[in-house]
């Protein structure tokens, strides 16, 4: 059974941290990528980053570059997501998800998601 737990939400201020793990079992880790999305409240899903599990490539969406740093611990099929400088405007439910292939994308259309984790972000 695919699963992907994500942990590591919660309420911080603004200007703060959070990290993020999504530990994956039940597929091939290095068959696939792995990306972060996340929505908030009355608005569509969007692509945060992606990383590339088998050689480690990342990609980030335009708003979040320079604050957030995707990595992947391949040996625990574990990734993460280390969100810096964090902005009121970074509250959403942030999942993960898994495509097949070594194509790295921001849509959301992978095969697939976790449960999600609330990351809220107070002004």
């Known amino acids: 059974e695919v699963q992907l737990v994500e942990s590591g939400g919660g309420l911080v201020q603004a200007g703060g941290s959070l990290r993020l793990s999504c530990a994956a079992s039940?597929?091939?880790?290095?068959?696939?990528?792995i990306g972060w999305l996340r929505q908030a409240p009355g608005k569509e899903r969007e692509g945060v980053s992606c990383i590339g599990s088998s050689d480690g490539s990342t990609y980030y969406a335009d708003f979040v570059k320079g604050r957030f740093a995707a990595s992947s611990d391949n040996a625990n099929k574990t990734v993460y997501l280390q969100m810096n400088s964090l902005e009121p405007e970074d509250t959403a439910v942030y999942y993960c998800a898994a495509m097949y292939g070594s194509y790295c994308s921001l849509d959301p259309l992978y095969d697939y998601w976790g449960q999600g984790t609330q990351v809220t972000v107070s002004s």
């Open positions: 039940g597929f091939t880790f290095d068959d696939y990528v």
